[in-house]
């Protein structure tokens, strides 16, 4: 079964540091990773899509790596910041083969705190 | 452009009763789809069209229908509302292909009582 695994659950940091959030996947045949930032009471918005040739990628103080090889993706926040505070969710899309379907992760929620 | 706008924001229901939620995208999409979120979990597909006229099965559609007469509109239907449909309900839509950006509306959220 296509699934997407994401850690912490959950996770506090002060403003101004850096953290770091994790997601494996076992969703095959695969195309392509995303990360999306949804804030309390809104719909998911992107961040990033990975191919499976791309290492990296960054957003601003957003970077996401992806090992294919391992299934595994980082999202990377440099210097939070407040509005940082959300939940980041992993999708993996799968190959055309599968309809290009998004499999989400459970996500981790984010609080920044002054 | 207003982008993915759901209709309405909050609704509550008593069990067995219907309603619609409403999705509609102004960038001319092909790709429309339906998504429920609950706690603790991600979210999961019930149903998507890929184009005006075609509808396909999610993870989860028991319970509900969806039809696509046009490119901007696809209507989510509740046949007879459960407790178990408690969620909150996203739409979302992107172009046709495998890294296209998915775009969300900012959701419903359903109650039934």
């Known amino acids: 079964k296509n699934q997407v695994e994401q850690s912490p659950q959950s996770l506090i940091i002060l403003e101004g540091k850096n953290c770091t959030l994790q997601?494996?996947?076992?969703?095959?045949?695969?195309?392509?990773l995303r990360w999306y930032k949804q804030d309390t009471g809104r719909g998911p918005v992107s961040l990033t899509i990975?191919?499976?040739?791309?290492n990296t990628k960054s957003n601003g103080r957003y970077t996401a790596t992806l090992d294919a090889d391992t299934k595994q993706s980082s999202l990377h926040i440099t210097a939070s910041q407040l509005s940082d505070s959300a939940s980041y969710i992993c999708?993996?899309?799968?190959?055309?083969?599968?309809?290009?379907?998004?499999?989400f992760g459970g996500g981790t929620r984010v609080l920044v705190k002054p | 452009n207003a982008g993915v706008t759901q209709t309405p924001k909050f609704q509550v229901l008593k069990t067995g009763q219907s309603m619609t939620l409403q999705c509609a995208q102004d960038?001319?999409?092909?790709?429309m789809s339906w998504y429920r979120q609950d706690p603790g979990m991600g979210l999961r597909l019930i149903h998507y069209?890929?184009?005006?006229?075609?509808?396909d099965q999610g993870e989860v559609p028991n319970g509900y229908n969806v039809s696509r007469s046009t490119t901007e509109d696809f209507p989510l239907r509740l046949l007879s509302a459960a407790p178990s449909q408690t969620s909150v309900y996203f739409c979302?839509?992107?172009?046709?292909?495998?890294?296209?950006?998915?775009?969300f509306g900012q959701g419903t959220r359903l109650t039934v009582v």
């Open positions: 979302a839509s992107r172009v046709q292909g495998a890294t296209t950006e998915a775009f």
């Open positions: 997601c494996n996947y076992t969703v095959s045949p695969f195309s392509n």
């Open positions: 069209s890929v184009g005006a006229g075609i509808t």
């Open positions: 999708v993996v899309s799968g190959a055309k083969a599968a309809g290009n379907k998004l499999t």
């Open positions: 990975m191919t499976f040739s791309e």
């Open positions: 960038m001319n999409h092909e790709y």
